[in-house]
């Protein structure tokens, strides 16, 4: 079982809809939760971070933790264009100093 | 404030040569990644500095990558030789002691191994 686990999608969505992205990983003991974007050709960036149960929002962005359930989730909520790109989740393992990443999502917002 | 500066941005060599990749993380980062990412995969921790000492080296393939930051600044990943795998993209992040979580990441460079 991979650490970090993502759909690698691709995820295609209408402009203005919701997207949602969804994460599971596999050290119970994670306390650190991180979405990154990276444009096709980029390095990816921080968009979001995430450390205990329930919602975050940022603008259009939500982070969602669920650790019971092992799940972390973004939503992007009037989706354009521009968000066109691969969402990575990552998380900081229980007594590590390093981020551990998904394999990402693509995603695809559709004019 | 400049961002984390990688040079080469693209390397294309041929099988069982030798390539360096050069990082110059931000002002003031103490602590200094490099990461690979193949093509469709999020990026794998090789090593971790914080200032001149490598606290994290336990992915870094020792038997043909080598890493150095020897004034704890600049730092400098090594393939000797390249093999047709190594071929990815590699990163090199920074960020301030302590704070993984606030990691900033450089451009990349993109190897290409023929």
């Known amino acids: 079982q991979k650490e970090v686990e993502q759909n690698s999608g691709p995820l295609s969505v209408p402009e203005g809809a919701i997207a949602s992205l969804n994460c599971t990983y596999s050290?119970?003991?994670?306390?650190?939760f991180f979405w990154y974007r990276q444009y096709s050709g980029k390095s990816p960036e921080l968009i979001m971070s995430?450390?205990?149960?329930g919602d975050k929002e940022d603008g259009r962005f939500t982070a969602q933790l669920n650790k019971a359930s092992q799940y972390v989730s973004l939503l992007i909520r009037d989706s354009q264009p521009s968000d066109s790109a691969t969402y990575l989740c990552?998380?900081?393992?229980?007594?590590?100093?390093?981020?551990?990443f998904g394999q990402g999502t693509r995603l695809t917002i559709n004019p | 404030e400049a961002g984390v500066v990688q040079s080469p941005r693209y390397k294309i060599i041929e099988k069982k040569q030798p390539v360096a990749f050069w990082c110059n993380p931000i002002?003031?980062?103490?602590?200094l990644y490099w990461y690979r990412q193949n093509l469709g995969q999020g990026p794998e921790l090789l090593i971790r500095?914080?200032?001149?000492?490598?606290?994290?080296d336990s992915q870094l393939p020792k038997d043909r990558f080598s890493a150095e930051r020897l004034k704890g600044v600049d730092s400098t990943l090594k393939i000797q030789p390249a093999e047709l795998g190594d071929s990815a993209v590699y990163l090199c992040?920074?960020?301030?002691?302590?704070?993984?979580?606030?990691?900033?990441f450089g451009p990349g460079t993109r190897l290409t191994v023929t």
């Open positions: 992040a920074s960020s301030e002691q302590g704070a993984q979580y606030e990691q900033y």
């Open positions: 050290d119970r003991g994670s306390q650190s």
């Open positions: 995430i450390y205990s149960n």
């Open positions: 990552a998380v900081i393992p229980q007594g590590a100093q390093k981020l551990v």
């Open positions: 002002s003031g980062h103490n602590t």
């Open positions: 500095y914080e200032n001149e000492e490598a606290v994290d």
